[in-house]
């Protein structure tokens, strides 16, 4: 089955800087690439996601790349504001499965 | 768009008790999904459906965990007994598509202490 390995686990910036998270997977079959945003005691929540037919995608601050050959997907946040301060997690599946998670990310953005 | 219903949000039981979980998801959604969320790890996938149908129950420990979704809808997740190791959050998710896959919607998720 999948597995999804995700680092750093933790990571610490400055506002205004730029954060980036990598994930590798180990199924060539997975296809769906979602990153979700989980704040303290709420539920995961989307914030991007991308295809394997596509190899970056772009929403405001935030960016994801995937590179299939090397099966492995990042998320790039730029500008980071304290409200970007949550646990991230990366995911991948193929269709008809289940998202199988990485262990999270916990970031933390000091003004 | 209502979003995924779940309850209760926080249950504390001791071991060897048992304890049920429920969930609605959004509607129209064929896909349904229980995820454990130990504290500090990701989610972990228990069981997926599709409408009333199990996809996926391979990391289910069956000997205590059961889950069930009537009718393609509500579903509802049991522990039976409970072990302390269970103390987790369990996340329900849904999602529209059978075949393609997109955003899966959670819940807010029931907080379960065994102590």
């Known amino acids: 089955g999948e597995n999804v390995e995700q680092h750093p686990s933790t990571l610490s910036v400055q506002e205004g800087d730029s954060a980036v998270i990598k994930c590798t997977y180990s199924?060539?079959?997975?296809?769906?690439f979602p990153w979700y945003k989980q704040e303290l005691g709420k539920r995961p929540q989307l914030i991007i996601d991308?295809?394997?037919?596509?190899g970056e995608k772009k929403d405001q601050r935030i960016a994801v790349t995937l590179n299939k050959t090397a099966k492995h997907f990042s998320l790039h946040i730029t500008e980071t504001q304290p409200e970007d301060s949550a646990v991230y997690f990366c995911?991948?599946?193929?269709?008809?499965?289940?998202?199988?998670f990485g262990k999270g990310t916990t970031l933390s953005v000091s003004s | 768009e209502a979003g995924v219903a779940q309850s209760p949000r926080y249950k504390i039981i001791e071991k060897r008790q048992s304890v049920a979980f429920w969930c609605n998801p959004i509607?129209?959604?064929?896909?349904l999904y229980w995820y454990q969320q130990i504290l500090g790890q990701g989610p972990k996938l228990l069981i997926q459906?599709?409408?009333?149908?199990?996809?996926?129950d391979s990391q289910l420990p069956k000997d205590r965990f059961s889950a069930e979704r009537l009718k393609g809808v509500d579903s509802t997740l049991k522990i039976q007994p409970a072990k302390l190791e269970d103390s987790a959050v369990y996340l329900c998710?849904?999602?529209?598509?059978?075949?393609?896959?997109?955003?899966?919607?959670f819940g807010q998720g029931t907080r379960l202490t065994v102590v």
């Open positions: 998710a849904s999602s529209p598509s059978q075949t393609v896959n997109t955003e899966a919607f």
């Open positions: 991308i295809r394997s037919n596509v």
């Open positions: 995911a991948a599946t193929e269709a008809g499965t289940a998202l199988i």
């Open positions: 459906f599709q409408n009333n149908g199990v996809v996926d």
């Open positions: 509607s129209g959604h064929a896909t």
């Open positions: 199924d060539s079959a997975s296809n769906y």
